[in-house]
Each structure stands twice: as structure tokens, then as C-alpha cells.
């Protein structure tokens, strides 16, 4: 079946980086736009990036623009998370998702996710 694997996650200090990467098997990764989101126990899930299936069209939560880059390499089928500057309210389990719909920041409209990465920013 479909699996989304990520990785990279880990603990780091206020103002360092992580990249984190997502790993997908048994689907056409072309054909679907990936998106990064977070979950903070107790919260809801929130969109945090996300990249259309040519990875020409980056899309970004206001919270980390400037700040995370996503990218995607469709012969590898994975997709990265580049994430700069980190501040402790980016702690979170991160987790990478695909859809076919255009509705990029609605986790609903993803169809396969991946079980999660855990990043912790200490202050």
C-alpha cells in the first residue's frame, strides 16, 4: 500500500535549522501535490507547506514564510522541508501528506500521510 515515510526531525535550538524529508512508495508521486502539516497535542493540525505536483508552485502558512522551504524531486519521489530560523513554537510532530485535490492548506483533502517526525526547538 501507499507509504510516506519521514525523516530528519530531531531537537535543536532556537534559531538553528532541520530539513526534513518525506520518502513515498507505491503511489504516482507525479501526480500528487505533497504538503507538510503539524500537530501539537491538544491542537489542531496546521498547514505548514505544501508544493504542487511540478514542484513549480510552492505554497506557505504565513507562520513560516520567509523562514521553510519546500521541495520535491520526482524521481526520487520524496519531498523536503527546509526549515530555517526555528523558533520553539515550531515544535511539533511534522507530517507529510499527499493529495490530488488544489485545496493545498486543508489536511482534509489529503489522501495518504505519513505517521510523523517529531521536532523539538528548545529556547
Known amino acids: 500500500q501507499v507509504q510516506l515515510v519521514e525523516s530528519g526531525g530531531g531537537l535543536v535550538q532556537a534559531g538553528g535549522s532541520l530539513r526534513l524529508s518525506c520518502a513515498a512508495s507505491h503511489l504516482t508521486f507525479s501526480n500528487y501535490h505533497m504538503g507538510w502539516f503539524r500537530q501539537v497535542p491538544g491542537k489542531e493540525r496546521e498547514f505548514v507547506a505544501a508544493?504542487?505536483?511540478?514542484?513549480?508552485?510552492?505554497y506557505y502558512a504565513d507562520s513560516v514564510k520567509g523562514r521553510f522551504t519546500i521541495s520535491r524531486d520526482n524521481a526520487k519521489n520524496t519531498v523536503s522541508l527546509q526549515m530555517n530560523m526555528l523558533k520553539p513554537e515550531d515544535t511539533a510532530v511534522y507530517l507529510c501528506?499527499?493529495?490530488?485535490?488544489?485545496?493545498?492548506?486543508?489536511?482534509?483533502?489529503?489522501?495518504?500521510w505519513g505517521q510523523g517526525t517529531q521536532v523539538t526547538v528548545a529556547s
Open positions: 501528506a499527499g493529495t490530488r485535490r488544489l485545496e493545498y492548506a486543508v489536511g482534509a483533502m489529503y489522501e495518504y
Open positions: 508544493i504542487s505536483w511540478s514542484g513549480l508552485r510552492p
